[in-house]
């Protein structure tokens, strides 16, 4: 367990590079690892969440070489081996949901498992949705929670109804092992999707690799041929808008002077939509094609009216940020926030009230009225790297020091962020303790 010890800052200054993408990283592993031929990423981001991906990749037989570079050299199978061992997708979600279908593609029974964190998110929907195309799949306790057993022998094809509204990484899961089916699959969303950039994101891995499908406009039906062949393709992984924003809040409730390379201006990234917020907020932000520089607000603050259900990730940034703003905001599309690594409507509110914001949660909106600073203190990152994100940025505006406890949960996501905000001038230090 580590401790984090964050005091107040005075001004951040300097440049970073962003993280790169998590996503981005994740599907592109996945991608190249059923692909028929070599592929390359290169500036893949190295967290805990990707390694897991990445080892999964391995044990269904993708020879996957870090050169010397950090570039990922990827020979893929578009046949998936059956694993030796159980697949241990450590905390990810990410990598169960995305994995699980292509197991259904091997021949022999494969068992998924996970970190605490992890057993405790659901997978009913993916397996109902696999089961109706003929893969026989169980949670092991029969409750749709990890453990996962996948009997393999591939997709029989056929409707796959799925509701769209609890996680879109469900049907991305379905979109990478439906190409290679027996037959043609159609995923039929049976509630509107949310999170749909995350699901534009899979689709445009999907061309890169040439795979062919049908969506229809209003998202309602997805048209997948089978018997496709995924081919090579070298990616270039371009930076992190999700963990990234969490440098943009520090520089904005700070009014600092914070410029990130690596951020790209036409990103198929849906969470890219924080620079538009942000500046919707009065914060000063230059975009040029490739880096981002970030000021605070001339005259303050603005309070936002914002729906989050497509980028729900922005949650906890958008609080804090929302926590200096002269007035009220409105967080709105907030219920699936209850099925992240912790229930993110409970600990946003639970940490920051801690800290003297002045918020209240419902099971749709989060509403906060701005107040002039926070007061420091202990915190908790409930396990949930994002929650750790957002409270050491709230500690840089709380008066005194605040202690955070938890914060190696930030290695799942971005695991360099305390030593990026310590080289912009915070004061944070970290206490290992035995607990």
């Not at 005075?10 to 994740?26: D, E, N, Y």
């Not at 990478?176 to 699959?185: I, M, N, Q, R, T």
């Not at 969490?246 to 620079?275: E, P, Y």
Request: glycine share 8%.
């Amino acid at each position: 367990m580590t401790d984090l010890i964050v005091k107040q800052a005075k001004i951040l200054t300097g440049t970073v590079r962003a993280p790169s993408s998590k996503s981005l990283t994740h599907r592109a592993i996945i991608a190249a690892s059923i692909s028929e031929g070599y592929s390359r990423i290169e500036n893949a981001l190295f967290c805990d969440d990707t390694m897991a991906t990445l080892e999964a990749c391995q044990m269904l037989g993708a020879r996957i070489l870090k050169n010397e570079h950090d570039v990922l050299e990827i020979s893929g199978l578009s046949k998936p081996l059956t694993a030796s061992d159980v697949i241990n997708c450590r905390d990810s979600a990410s990598t169960m949901r995305f994995i699980a279908p292509i197991c259904s593609l091997a021949d022999g029974i494969s068992v998924l498992t996970g970190g605490e964190s992890l057993r405790r998110r659901p997978m009913e929907p993916l397996l109902s949705a696999l089961m109706q195309l003929g893969v026989l799949c169980y949670s092991t306790k029969g409750d749709g929670y990890p453990p996962l057993i996948i009997f393999g022998g591939g997709i029989a094809g056929g409707e796959s109804f799925i509701p769209g509204d609890v996680s879109s990484q469900f049907i991305s899961g379905l979109l990478f092992a439906s190409p290679l089916g027996k037959k043609d699959v159609d995923i039929i969303l049976s509630s509107p999707l949310e999170s749909k950039p995350y699901v534009e994101m899979t689709m445009d891995i999907l061309r890169k690799h040439r795979i062919k499908f049908e969506v229809q406009s209003n998202f309602s039906k997805i048209h997948i041929p089978g018997n496709q062949t995924y081919s090579p393709f070298d990616h270039v992984v371009e930076g992190d808008f999700s963990s990234s924003a969490f440098l943009l809040a520090a520089a904005a409730i700070t009014d600092s002077k914070v410029k990130i390379l690596g951020l790209q201006s036409n990103s198929v990234q849906g969470d890219r939509i924080i620079v538009k917020i942000l500046k919707e907020m009065g914060v000063q932000i230059k975009e040029r094609k490739d880096f981002i520089v970030v000021q605070g607000a001339i005259d303050g603050l603005r309070p936002i009216d914002v729906d989050l259900r497509d980028n729900p990730d922005l949650v906890p940034v958008l609080a804090i940020v929302s926590c200096f703003a002269a007035g009220k905001s409105v967080i709105r599309g907030v219920k699936r926030l209850t099925f992240k690594e912790s229930n993110r409507e409970a600990t946003v509110f639970e940490e920051l009230t801690k800290m003297g914001a002045k918020i209240n949660a419902s099971k749709e909106i989060i509403e906060i009225e701005g107040v002039r600073t926070l007061r420091g203190g202990e915190l908790d990152s409930h396990g949930d790297h994002r929650i750790a994100m957002m409270c050491i940025v709230a500690a840089l505006r709380a008066a005194g020091k605040t202690t955070i406890r938890g914060v190696e949960y930030i290695n799942k996501s971005y695991p360099n962020f305390v030593k990026d905000l310590a080289s912009l001038g915070a004061e944070v230090n970290e206490r290992k303790l035995n607990r």
